[in-house]
């Protein structure tokens, strides 16, 4: 099996903490504890959405995830001038540009790339500049791809979301329509000497065929591990799923 660049590396986001602390005010739980625990725990990566409205992680909490954290921060945000200041405030290892929108429970799909070239290559430009690599979360569209490795991304992070609610519907074909175009799609990006990552909504069910994939270096898995947490703590949530990621990559 081809590895191309090793370990699958497992990106936990630890937005939810944040959602459960926001939900009764106060500091408590602290999302950077819970970093740091994923860290001990073996997490490659820590993940974080500061989001225009500040509904889970605020502004404080990437200052202290910076200050904590041994592990690369990927700082999740979207295209705007105000989240541009502070990634080059900060200059985390990654940037992941997303959609957003007030309204919406959960990023709802990729990026919109080609129809913004221009517009995204120059607000990406600066934080390339800046040291951070920059990754677009975009859906399995080739049209997107190519866009992004135009306007200079170094990343791709695939989005899993749709993948994985046939799934959970029980539209098993559509699930399995949608897996194999993000396998198309990965080599695809890699051919084109993009770094390929993926996630949204991955669960212990439906990780292992996207960890199978040999061009995908990194999942970001988050709101599932933060539930699950809640049953059987989050170091054995964590352990489980670098499990599952492992016996999927060594073929299991």
């Known amino acids: 099996m081809n590895n191309f660049a090793g370990k699958l590396r497992l990106g936990v986001n630890i937005d939810h903490v944040a959602t459960v602390r926001n939900a ?32 889970h992680i605020t502004d404080p909490d990437i200052e202290g995830l910076m200050d904590a ?32 929108k007030r309204e919406e429970k959960t990023t709802e799909g990729g990026l919109e790339v080609a129809r913004e070239e221009n517009r995204l290559a120059h607000f990406i430009a600066p ?6 690599r920059v990754s677009i ?7 997107q791809i190519e866009a992004a ?10 989005h899993t979301g749709a993948y994985c609610d046939f799934h959970a519907e029980g539209r098993f074909d559509e ?15 890699h051919s084109l000497g993009l770094e390929v990552h993926a996630g949204h909504g991955l669960t212990y069910e439906t990780v292992k065929p996207v960890a199978a994939f040999p061009e995908v ?16 703590g989050l170091t054995p949530a964590i352990s489980e799923m670098r499990r599952l990621m492992d016996e999927a990559r060594d073929g299991g």
């Open 137 to 143: 979360f975009i859906a399995a569209d080739a049209k």
């Open 24 to 55: 009764r005010g106060g500091a408590y739980p602290d999302p950077v504890r819970a970093a740091k625990l994923a860290e001990e725990a073996g997490a490659d990566g820590i993940t974080a959405h500061l989001r225009e409205d500040r509904r």
């Open 127 to 132: 934080l390339r500049d800046a040291g951070c």
């Open 175 to 189: 699930s399995l329509a949608e897996l194999e175009k993000m396998r198309e799609m990965s080599a695809f990006a």
């Open 217 to 232: 270096m990194e999942l970001n898995i988050g709101h599932f591990l933060i539930g699950e947490a809640i049953f059987r």
């Open 149 to 158: 490795h135009r306007i200079g991304a170094q990343v791709i992070e695939l």
């Open 69 to 100: 954290l041994n592990v690369p921060l990927n700082f999740e945000m979207a295209a705007t001038d105000e989240m541009q200041a502070i990634a080059l405030r900060h200059k985390p290892h990654a940037v992941c540009i997303v959609p957003e």
